[in-house]
C-alpha cells in the first residue's frame, strides 16, 4: 500500500450504480462499504454486489462486517479471493490475533486497514499496529467519540489522534488514515479537517463523497513550495560530504532536515 494513497472514498454496497463512478472519481482508494451504510435485511444482497462487481473489472477495498457479528464469516468466505478486492478494512478493531487471523485468509499481497473506532481498540493500538497484515490504521472518529461518551471536537480527540499517529510510526506503518468529516459539501471545513490531521500526522483521510476529494488532495499532496524545498535541500546536501550545511532558506541543515526533505519528494 503507498503512502501515496491519501483519499479513501466510501460508497455503499448497496449502490452497484456507483461502483464504477467511484473508481472514476480521482479517488486514491475506493471503499464498498459493507457495514455502517448497508441496512440488516440489505446485508446478503450488498454483498452480492461488491461480488459481482469485484468479480469482473472492479477493483477496491471492501470493509466487511466486524468480527463477531452474523455477517462477518460471509462477506470473508464471499469476498477474501476475489480478483478486484485490494484488501480488507476492518471496522471495530480492537483483537490483535484476530486481525493475523483474518490476514491469513488473505492471497499474497493484500492485507488490511485496522479502524479503531473504541476505547479497546485505541489502548491496544500498538499491538494491532504491529499485527501481522496490518498495513494502516484508520481512526473512526465518529464512533469512537460515542464509545467513550465525549464530544466529537478537536481537543476532546487530540490525544487518540496522537496515540494512533504515534503507534503507526513505531510500528512501522504509513501514517494512518482520519475519519470521516460528515459535511459532504462544506469544502471549507473538509479542508481545515484535512490540514488539522496532517498537521498531527495522519497521512490521509477517509471521504464520504466525491466532492470532498478534491479538498482532501490538495492538502495533502506537497505544495510547490514544499517540493521546491525539498529540492534545495536535498542538492545542498549531496554538495558536502557530512557535516552541516545552509540550505536554500538559510537554515541549518542536518540529517532530521535531509529525512524530512526526501519524504516529502517520495510522497
Not at 503512502?3 to 463512478?21: H, I, K, M
Not at 450488498?46 to 460471509?74: E, F, I, K, M, Q
Not at 496490518?134 to 476532546?156: I, Q
Amino acid at each position: 500500500m503507498g503512502v501515496s494513497n491519501r483519499t479513501w472514498l466510501f460508497v455503499p454496497a448497496t449502490t452497484p450504480q456507483r461502483f464504477a463512478g467511484a473508481a472514476a472519481s480521482g479517488a486514491d482508494a475506493v471503499i464498498l462499504d459493507l457495514e455502517d451504510a448497508v441496512g440488516v435485511d440489505a446485508k446478503d444482497s450488498a454483498r452480492g454486489s461488491a461480488a459481482a462487481w469485484l468479480s469482473n473489472a472492479g477493483r477496491a477495498w471492501v470493509r466487511v462486517n466486524a468480527t463477531g457479528t452474523p455477517w462477518h464469516d460471509d462477506d470473508v468466505a464471499a469476498l477474501a479471493g476475489l480478483p478486484g478486492v485490494l484488501g480488507l478494512v476492518v471496522p471495530k478493531a480492537e483483537d490483535p490475533v484476530a486481525l493475523t487471523e483474518l490476514a491469513g485468509r488473505l492471497p499474497a499481497g493484500r492485507g488490511l486497514v485496522a479502524l479503531v473506532e473504541s476505547a479497546l481498540g485505541v489502548h491496544r493500538s500498538m499491538e494491532i499496529a504491529e499485527a501481522p497484515g496490518v498495513e494502516r490504521l484508520a481512526f473512526g472518529s465518529l464512533d469512537f467519540a460515542v464509545d467513550v461518551r465525549a464530544e466529537h471536537v478537536d481537543d476532546a480527540l487530540l490525544p487518540t489522534r496522537s496515540t494512533l499517529v504515534l503507534a503507526s510510526r513505531v510500528a512501522g506503518l504509513p501514517a494512518p488514515i482520519d475519519g470521516v468529516t460528515t459535511s459532504v459539501r462544506d469544502t471549507d471545513l473538509v479542508a481545515a479537517e484535512a490540514r488539522r490531521s496532517r498537521a498531527l500526522g495522519f497521512g490521509g483521510k477517509l471521504c464520504i463523497h466525491p466532492a470532498q476529494l478534491e479538498a482532501v488532495a490538495r492538502v495533502f499532496a506537497p505544495t510547490a513550495e514544499q517540493l521546491a524545498w525539498a529540492r534545495g535541500v536535498v542538492e545542498a546536501a549531496a554538495a558536502v560530504s557530512g557535516g552541516v550545511v545552509a540550505g536554500p532558506d538559510g537554515h541549518m541543515i542536518d540529517k532530521p532536515v535531509i529525512d524530512r526533505a526526501r519524504a516529502i519528494l517520495r510522497d
